[in-house]
């Protein structure tokens, strides 16, 4: 008789230590509002049932990487560019300071900036590229991710959910930083693209560029997928946050510029309004221990943004 009982319970039993060993939980984030965390507890309970591929997309800069007091892709490139060629007489260290020059002068949001960027780093191996951001990262940044969002990430590996980052910064010199502090394989941090030809970066802009617009067009070509959740900062995510089919989350929204794409509104005010997105604020204040080349170089500060909710 005991037996027989066993035998008709066992399968729930074993049923029932599987579900438990396999149950996505929410953990609260640290910093986020109490109802900031009931909405993605929610929304990520929501997923449990879903088929089809589940896809999350970031921005970097802003988003998950502070900016202040300036962008890692300007410090570690004016950085590498004064070390190594200003004030040097040969051809090359001229060329690539005269290419220095355009970007430190130019307008960081237009594609002719982030393909300078391209032309600085051509003619150096894959792996140079990317000590040149790593070391960048922990000689000045190794402090700026924010912990709510690395929370928010490891939520959304507890349901399973694929993580992605697009950056309008070149994408050698991101991945290897962003893949060990966050533990994002590499091939899912897209970021502006260079052919690379027998081992060796080229001037050659792989399209398309992950900038406004494109950044929706990168997340389309790359990864393929109607991403469940979107996560930016600026203007420039508008594009690829509207590609998100369930939640979106801006950070430390701008409320004082108005944008000509957005119909004129502040970043704040074009997205208050969706009740799909979630906005949140993180901690990113200016680091002056630092000799920052973008000082230096008289580059404008980034805003400061407080964590007080």
Request: hydrophobic share 35%; with cysteine.
């Amino acid at each position: 008789m005991i037996k027989k009982t066993f035998r008709s319970i066992a399968p729930l039993v074993f049923a029932m230590l599987a579900w438990s060993v396999n149950a996505q939980t929410y953990r609260p984030i640290a910093g986020f509002s109490a109802e900031t965390n009931r909405k993605l507890e929610s929304f990520l309970n929501s997923t449990r049932t879903m088929k089809e591929r589940k896809v999350a997309v970031f921005d970097c800069d802003g988003t998950l990487l502070g900016q202040t007091p300036y962008y890692l892709a300007d410090e570690a490139t004016y950085d590498f560019a004064r070390k190594n060629y200003e004030g040097k007489k040969d051809e090359n260290s001229k060329t690539k300071w005269a290419v220095c020059r355009q970007l430190i002068d130019g307008d960081n949001v237009t594609f002719s900036y982030i393909e300078n960027y391209i032309r600085f780093y051509a003619g150096m191996t894959p792996d140079e590229m990317c000590r040149v951001g790593w070391e960048c990262f922990h000689d000045k940044f190794q402090r700026k991710f924010y912990p709510e969002m690395k929370e928010l990430l490891g939520n959304l590996e507890e349901y399973g959910i694929e993580i992605w980052v697009i950056t309008a910064s070149p994408e050698l010199l991101y991945q290897r930083f962003i893949h060990e502090e966050l533990g994002i394989p590499v091939d899912r941090i897209i970021g502006v693209k260079s052919c690379i030809r027998d081992g060796i970066v080229t001037d050659e802009t792989v399209r398309p560029i992950p900038q406004d617009a494109g950044k929706a067009e990168a997340l389309n070509t790359f990864i393929k997928a109607r991403p469940i959740l979107v996560g930016g900062n600026s203007r420039g995510d508008m594009e690829m946050m509207l590609e998100s089919v369930g939640l979106r989350v801006i950070v430390n929204p701008d409320d004082t510029k108005p944008e000509e794409a957005m119909g004129g509104k502040t970043v704040k005010a074009f997205w208050e309004t969706d009740p799909n997105t979630i906005a949140v604020r993180c901690n990113d204040v200016p680091d002056e221990g630092y000799d920052w080349a973008c000082k230096a170089y008289g580059i404008p500060q980034n805003r400061t943004n407080s964590a007080i909710q």
